[in-house]
């Protein structure tokens, strides 16, 4: 049996405040449209109903997804009739219809809600009212209300879609959502458990109610590689992560030529897709010729701070006949562990050898590989 969504998004929602109606709105990255409309993404037909002056914004939040766009009417069941009457050409057997607002919605309400139209002509999600009921008048209870028998609503509602269409072009108006149309019609619709993470963004704080929600469980995590290489040349000592190695000669380069940081720098750059060294520090610029690569190191970490990530570790390995590595590295890495802000023990810098194979092994230089890690929550 085919299923269809209609996503009702043609209100103005001034109530949640903002310059932009509550559906444009960004939450944790993406406007609440576009949350909505993903998770429906695993059904063949999705129409979306809007108000005429958003069509640009709802064409470019869209993308590949399956998604026709219609303009609404003032009111929502006029929106859910024009959506109705989009799928009329090739109508599906079954239609779901959710308020755009309700950006958490699950994959498991949505299937419990189609999988209930098997049985009956309609199903809904609800959860049963837990909390006490009053009456009041001027900021004053005035009575209480039984319980018993109260659901608080949600969306999606489905239908099987003749029905649901034909119990809206007979509808008077001013119904509260689709149920009550559908009841109008004497259509039975069942009560699916709905969720409370199913909130619906009405008010300011529910935006932050649905950003914890939507990213629950879920870390942007990046690996980022950084390679390096740098020769002999002059010199007494070599800068290696910060630290100076005494040597019979020094690494040449249009900085300090540290090998080591140099890697970790474009390991970070890496895992941001932020280029290398060279794209932030240009080495046609006179300003960087000699310049400490603490400069670069410390430019990355606080790029990535700025973009909200922790850097979870990094692990260096250094290639290299001579210097021995061996001897400094406790103190290399409590030097990029102090640049970089981190925990020495999410510092690993390591040496190895190539066997006296290639220009490392012909000791004519070093070499070094970086990996790093960074987390978003």
């Given at each position: 049996m085919t299923t269809?969504?209609?996503?009702?998004?043609?209100?103005?929602?001034?109530?949640?405040?903002g310059e932009l109606p509550k559906q444009w709105r960004d939450v944790s990255g993406k406007p609440v449209a576009r949350w909505t409309l993903e998770a429906f993404a695993h059904l063949p037909r999705i129409v979306m109903v809007i108000h005429p002056d958003d069509r640009a914004r709802a064409e470019a939040l869209c993308g590949a997804l399956p998604v026709t766009l219609v303009?609404?009417?003032?009111?929502?069941?006029?929106?859910?009739?024009?959506?109705?009457?989009?799928?009329?050409?090739?109508?599906?057997?079954?239609?779901?219809?959710?308020?755009?607002?309700?950006?958490?919605?699950?994959?498991?309400?949505?299937?419990?809600?189609?999988?209930?139209?098997?049985?009956?002509?309609?199903?809904?999600?609800?959860?049963?009212?837990?909390?006490?009921?009053?009456?009041?008048?001027?900021?004053?209870v005035t009575g209480t209300r039984d319980r018993g028998g109260l659901y608080r609503a949600q969306t999606p509602q489905g239908f099987r879609y003749a029905e649901i269409a034909?119990?809206?072009?007979a509808h008077p108006g001013g119904a509260a959502d689709d149920v009550e149309v559908a009841r109008a019609a004497g259509l039975d619709v069942a009560i699916v458990p709905g969720e409370e993470r199913n909130l619906k963004i009405t008010a300011p704080?529910?935006?932050?109610?649905?950003?914890?929600?939507l990213t629950e469980g879920r870390m942007d995590i990046r690996l980022g590689n950084g390679y390096d290489v740098h020769r002999f040349g002059e010199?007494?000592?070599?800068?290696?992560?910060g630290i100076k190695v005494p040597h019979g000669r020094g690494l040449q380069g249009h900085s300090d030529a540290d090998v080591g940081m140099h890697a970790v720098t474009d390991a970070l750059y890496g895992a941001m897709a932020e280029g290398d060294i060279g794209r932030h520090?240009?080495?046609?610029?006179?300003?960087?010729?000699g310049a400490a690569s603490e400069i670069f190191l410390r430019h990355a970490v606080e790029l990535a701070r700025s973009k909200g990530f922790t850097i979870s570790n990094i692990d260096l390995t250094l290639v290299c006949e001579r210097p021995k590595i061996g001897p400094?590295?406790?103190?290399?890495?409590?030097e990029m562990s102090r640049i970089m802000g981190m925990d020495a023990d999410r510092v690993s810098i390591k040496a190895t050898t190539s066997e006296r194979l290639g220009f490392t092994g012909r000791e004519e230089g070093i070499a070094a590989i970086a990996t790093a890690t960074l987390v978003k929550p």
């Open positions: 269809a969504a209609i996503i009702v998004a043609a209100g103005r929602g001034t109530r949640a405040g303009e609404g009417a003032t009111d929502r069941a006029g929106s859910v009739r024009a959506g109705l009457a989009a799928l009329a050409d090739v109508p599906p057997e079954r239609v779901l219809i959710h308020d755009v607002a309700r950006p958490c919605v699950s994959r498991g309400v949505i299937d419990a809600v189609e999988a209930a139209l098997a049985t009956l002509p309609g199903a809904a999600p609800a959860l049963a009212v837990t909390d006490a009921l009053w009456t009041g008048a001027e900021d004053r034909a119990a809206h072009a704080d529910d935006f932050d109610r649905a950003a914890a929600l010199g007494d000592h070599v800068v290696l992560c520090f240009p080495p046609s610029d006179p300003q960087w010729k400094h590295a406790a103190v290399m890495t409590a």
